[in-house]
């Protein structure tokens, strides 16, 4: 069996990584680490150009249709950026959220508005999915909401995807009434994330269960998994060129047998981890028995894999590999985050051996 990328998805990648090297060099990546949310706004106009905010919204409402795969792959070039986006959020989630669990009326409303880039969404899906913390939470009663959701992803936006303690969906419009957003500083400075307080937050329900829920886990760890791999690929690539230039002792150091081995074990680490990313995004859509175990796969094992090259990575650049300057930390954080979000590995790993008659519940 032959499992590649076609010509239209590679071409997906060149042209997303091509405004991306316009859009989104270092300085501005640095720009939108120090405040200046702006930088995002202005990444994600020229991805909308692009079409990437519609990747998984129907053609009727504007958007292309494809699949989940083409999503991981739209997210492996920009995790190998840094780049700033909603993208978890917005082409993935939500649009997914509306499609298995949405209203003709709440997609009418959405989706067109979420392809063309005039809307962003954020996603409370953190408790329900990865372990309620103490005092967080939310509660659902009489088409409102109350409670506290912690590390909303991509928050503030215009549309939020709640997750109730029942695991149960909502719609919130961000900024109505009961609604407050709190940034929340994380390690990950590329990307925004918050706490949102519900107070008889007026909330739209999704016709949605538990099954839904676990539908969207899936498709953010998949997300999560190629993000890890694309920035993990960077780090690779830059220490390589590093190890090509730097010169110590009257040699260069990538002549160093030490050096070379770590360059070595990171590609050999890294390298079976794309046809994991790859497949575990395909069976999403091409084979959904076996999508929550791949799904876990690949994000428990990319947790590990990009630790361990995000590490091996800054050995090789030396002193100058912690600097501000090189701002290869924004790829260390960023996997950082990627590691935790949603589950970390071990939390990720129980859930895969209960899925497979293995363990007791996470």
Not at 126 to 149: I, K, Q, Y
Not at 276 to 298: K, M, N
Not at 317 to 341: A, N, P
Request: aromatic content about 6%; overall charge negative.
């Amino acid at each position: 069996m032959y499992f590649g990328l076609s010509t239209e998805q590679r071409l997906l990648q060149e042209s997303l990584a091509g405004a991306l090297d316009r859009a989104a060099p270092l300085e501005r990546v640095r720009a939108f680490a120090d405040g200046d949310l702006s930088v995002e706004r202005g990444i994600w106009g020229d991805l909308a150009d692009l079409g990437a905010p519609g990747l998984l919204i129907a053609e009727e409402h504007g958007g292309t249709g494809l699949t989940l795969l083409d999503a991981a792959l739209a997210a492996e070039i920009l995790g190998s950026r840094a780049s700033p986006s909603p993208f978890l959020s917005t082409t993935v989630l939500a649009p997914l959220a509306l499609r298995l669990a949405g209203s003709s009326a709440q997609r009418a409303s959405w989706l067109p508005r979420l392809a063309a880039g005039e809307a962003t969404a954020a996603a409370a899906i953190s408790e329900p999915v990865s372990g309620t913390r103490d005092g967080a939470g939310v509660r659902a009663g009489g088409g409102r909401l109350n409670g506290r959701a912690l590390f909303v992803l991509d928050a503030p936006a215009d549309l939020i995807v709640v997750a109730d303690d029942a695991r149960g969906l909502h719609l919130v419009e961000a900024g109505g009434s009961g609604t407050s957003t709190k940034p929340l500083t994380t390690i990950d400075k590329t990307r925004r994330m918050a706490e949102v307080r519900f107070d008889d937050a007026p909330a739209e329900p999704l016709n949605s269960n538990a099954d839904v829920l676990a539908r969207l886990r899936d498709a953010a760890w998949v997300i999560l998994a190629a993000d890890m791999l694309g920035a993990s690929q960077a780090m690779l690539e830059k220490a390589v060129a590093y190890a090509k230039e730097r010169r110590q002792f009257g040699r260069l150091i990538g002549s160093f047998q030490a050096v070379k081995h770590l360059c070595a074990e990171m590609a050999a680490k890294l390298e079976p981890c794309r046809a994991l990313v790859w497949y575990a995004a395909y069976a999403f859509d091409a084979a959904p028995e076996e999508a929550s175990l791949a799904a876990a796969h690949a994000k428990a094992h990319l947790s590990e894999v990009s630790r361990f090259v995000a590490r091996t990575a800054t050995e090789v650049h030396g002193g100058i590999g912690f600097t501000e300057l090189l701002g290869l930390h924004y790829w260390f954080k960023r996997v950082g985050l990627d590691r935790q979000l949603l589950g970390g590995p071990e939390r990720v790993r129980a859930l895969a051996a209960q899925m497979q008659g293995l363990g007791a519940a996470a």
